[in-house]
């Protein structure tokens, strides 16, 4: 069982910067696969960002660039650093946890593939 809370959402201009972070309880922090998934008003859930526990980073090629993953295990924390941030990246943003397997792997970038759930923060860019 893992809990997991987003924090660090809020309101920024086009062209700021946001730093998410999502703390997670439980143990064994480092046999689970950390993603970040945002969805827009009217949208599905779409993938953002993930990491293993060993630290391997996987990213969508329409972020890469301008986001980077990044987790301390010792913290039981996963972080968003989000960069030249443009309307289009308005939505809530969620964390999201499963264990590290090979089929879990294979589906990194599927949301159902994961288990746990944070509530989600808000990330608002104007322009």
């Known amino acids: 069982q893992v809990d997991l809370v987003e924090s660090g959402g809020g309101l920024v201009q086009t062209g700021g910067s946001l730093n998410l972070s999502c703390a997670a309880s439980g143990r064994a922090f480092d046999t689970y696969i950390v993603a970040w998934f945002r969805q827009a008003p009217g949208k599905e859930r779409e993938f953002v960002a993930g990491?293993?526990?060993?630290?391997?980073?996987y990213e969508e090629d329409s972020t890469k660039g301008r986001f980077t993953i990044s987790r301390e295990n010792a913290k039981n924390a996963v972080y968003l650093q989000m960069n030249n941030l443009t309307p289009e990246d308005t939505a809530v943003y969620y964390c999201?946890?499963?264990?590290?397997?090979?089929?879990?792997?294979?589906?990194?970038?599927?949301?159902?593939?994961?288990?746990?759930w944070g509530q989600g923060t808000q990330v608002t860019v104007s322009s």
């Open positions: 999201a946890a499963t264990a590290m397997s090979f089929s879990s792997f294979i589906s990194r970038k599927d949301r159902k593939t994961y288990n746990y």
């Open positions: 990491i293993t526990g060993g630290g391997i980073k």
